[in-house]
């Protein structure tokens, strides 16, 4: 059993685990940058800490302001106060409501928690399922996320996507 244990640790990660992140790195890197060139604004809640050491930042992308102002044939100044409006409304929320960034950082725990726990257990019988997602999805019975993501993943993302809906 020491042996055993001894090289697996010595051998390093499976080419299960290589895989996984290697998928998740793509996924993440598309993610963020759809998500970069469509953000205006965004208030930044301060999560993933022990307890609240500051408090959240509001961030501007002026260039994509612009270029949105522009696509939207918009008077800049208007559509600028109101991307400012609408990002303190967020601010609000979380500094008036401290239970929304503890249920938000609670869930987003609990989801990176889950990752690592793909991550750590993807095994063949991991990649069979995958195979029959596959086939699910080719059947028009999914979407590609369900590839990517475990059963508690998407639950985890479920709620988040739900909480996101109503701030």
């Given at each position: 059993?020491?042996?055993?244990?001894?090289?697996?640790?010595?051998?390093?990660?499976?080419?299960?685990?290589?895989?996984?992140?290697?998928?998740?790195?793509?996924?993440?890197?598309?993610?963020?940058?759809?998500?970069?060139?469509?953000?205006?604004?965004?208030?930044?809640?301060?999560?993933l800490g022990r307890e609240l050491l500051t408090p959240g930042?509001?961030?501007?992308?002026?260039?994509?302001?612009?270029?949105?102002?522009?696509?939207?044939?918009?008077?800049?100044?208007?559509?600028?106060?109101?991307?400012?409006?609408?990002?303190?409304?967020?601010?609000?929320?979380?500094?008036?409501?401290?239970?929304?960034?503890?249920?938000?950082?609670?869930?987003?725990?609990?989801?990176?928690?889950?990752?690592?726990?793909?991550?750590?257990?993807?095994?063949?019988?991991?990649?069979?399922?995958?195979?029959?997602?596959?086939?699910?999805?080719?059947?028009?019975?999914?979407?590609?996320?369900?590839?990517?993501?475990?059963?508690?993943?998407?639950?985890?993302?479920?709620?988040?996507?739900?909480?996101?809906?109503?701030?």
């Amino acid at each position: 059993i020491v042996r055993d244990s001894f090289l697996r640790r010595r051998s390093g990660p499976s080419i299960f685990t290589l895989t996984n992140r290697a998928l998740a790195s793509r996924y993440l890197g598309v993610l963020m940058g759809y998500l970069a060139s469509s953000v205006l604004g965004q208030y930044d809640p301060s999560l993933l800490g022990r307890e609240l050491l500051t408090p959240g930042r509001l961030y501007f992308l002026e260039s994509n302001i612009r270029i949105w102002q522009r696509r939207l044939a918009l008077p800049l100044e208007e559509f600028r106060t109101w991307v400012v409006l609408h990002e303190v409304t967020h601010a609000w929320q979380f500094e008036a409501h401290p239970w929304l960034r503890d249920y938000l950082n609670a869930q987003l725990e609990l989801y990176i928690q889950e990752i690592a726990r793909a991550q750590a257990g993807f095994s063949l019988r991991n990649l069979l399922e995958r195979l029959s997602r596959l086939e699910n999805i080719i059947r028009g019975e999914g979407n590609l996320i369900e590839l990517i993501i475990t059963p508690k993943q998407r639950e985890a993302l479920r709620r988040l996507q739900a909480l996101m809906c109503i701030i």
